[in-house]
């Protein structure tokens, strides 16, 4: 059999690594627009310094699969097209392209490879007294500003984002927003309509939605909206998002022959993130596994731990939740936090490799 995956995120390298344990039979091949697998958990890292995100794609998949480095362009009958022309065949694909920023014109995307590292010599080149401005009320936004607001004390970092930290709530809410003016980050409620560009690429004012105008020496983009457009491009049913509409096998409702996993997938309830990813690639491949093998697998299920969210290098927090990713009241904090997230960012980048915990 011959299995395509698309994608060498969290979800692509999981499910490829999953596959040559779980199917040794098969021939399989992951297709990746990178050479190196990058922990996007990692990127806010990335930017301001403190970590190095990417590992060769070589070094993370086991022995016997094939990689390629090409973007897709399409997915047909069978049929994978890259942007270059050339095509590969499948019996069974495995999508999971993940999700996708797009930031405005002026400001650095944080959630890509390209514009952490655009970040990174960016943030190094400014000089002290600087200002930079992070947009996002997220997970991604408040990890950013933390990180770089310990690395670069000698600058004023500012978060801009409406309901800053609602991804937790009481107590563990309130201690994110303790951490961010603990390490000084001026936190700006409101949203970002524009940015007008000054004297440098990006450096210059940012329109809020209530009118107001704030300088910034570098703005960096933290949102993430969207997935990419090649599920709608080769004609998949896909939601208002762009996400794989799969039936509760995680196969495409499209095409059986096709599996959506991680950020892709149009899985009710389903958040982007890590935590979502490996589970998905993991059901996702023992469902193709015993579906080859004439077998009923079972159906998908969500179950989510914890929200983590670092502040810096020294702090965190850890909201548990419910299966279903509702929160619980009960949190970690402090160094037990920061342990915790230090074993998600190690757990999940071995779990990706040897294809184990989902």
């Not at 095509?87 to 959630?111: C, K, N, Y």
């Not at 936004?141 to 409406?162: C, K, M, N, Q, S």
């Not at 970690?332 to 980048?349: N, P, Q, S």
Request: hydrophobic share 45%; net charge positive; with cysteine.
């Amino acid at each position: 059999m011959k299995v395509v995956v698309v994608g060498a995120g969290y979800a692509g390298t999981f499910a490829a690594n999953r596959i040559a344990k779980r199917m040794p039979g098969a021939e399989v091949t992951v297709i990746n627009e990178r050479p190196e697998f990058v922990e996007r958990i990692r990127l806010h890292q990335q930017v301001a310094g403190t970590a190095v995100a990417a590992t060769p794609l070589t070094r993370m998949l086991r022995a016997g699969i094939a990689s390629r480095t090409g973007t897709v362009d399409k997915i047909g009958d069978g049929v994978v097209t890259l942007d270059d022309g050339a095509s590969i065949d499948f019996d069974r694909l495995v999508l999971a392209v993940g999700s996708t920023v797009r930031p405005l014109p002026g400001t650095v995307p944080v959630g890509t490879w390209e514009g952490a590292e655009q970040g990174r010599a960016a943030l190094a080149a400014l000089p002290a007294g600087s200002t930079v401005t992070v947009v996002g009320g997220g997970a991604t936004g408040i990890e950013t500003a933390t990180e770089v607001a310990e690395a670069r004390p000698d600058l004023r970092v500012r978060l801009v984002g409406t309901a800053v930290a609602d991804c937790l709530s009481g107590r563990a809410r309130q201690r994110v927003l303790a951490a961010l003016r603990r390490l000084g980050v001026d936190v700006v409620d409101d949203g970002v309509e524009e940015v007008a560009v000054r004297d440098g690429r990006f450096a210059g004012v940012l329109r809020l939605r209530s009118g107001r105008e704030i300088a910034s020496d570098l703005s960096l983009w933290a949102v993430v909206a969207g997935v990419p457009p090649l599920a709608a491009r080769s004609g998949l049913e896909v939601d208002a998002v762009g996400r794989v509409v799969v039936d509760r096998f995680l196969r495409s409702v499209t095409d059986e022959r096709i599996f959506a996993v991680g950020d892709c997938a149009a899985v009710p309830g389903a958040r982007f993130g890590c935590q979502t990813a490996a589970p998905q690639a993991g059901a996702a491949v023992e469902a193709l596994a015993r579906f080859a093998e004439g077998r009923a697998p079972e159906p998908y299920a969500l179950h989510y731990v914890a929200r983590c969210v670092s502040l810096g290098g020294k702090d965190a927090v850890a909201q548990f939740t419910h299966r279903d990713d509702t929160l619980r009241d009960r949190y970690l904090k402090g160094r037990a936090a920061v342990l915790f997230k230090k074993i998600v960012f190690v757990g999940t980048k071995v779990g990706t490799r040897k294809a184990v915990g989902a």
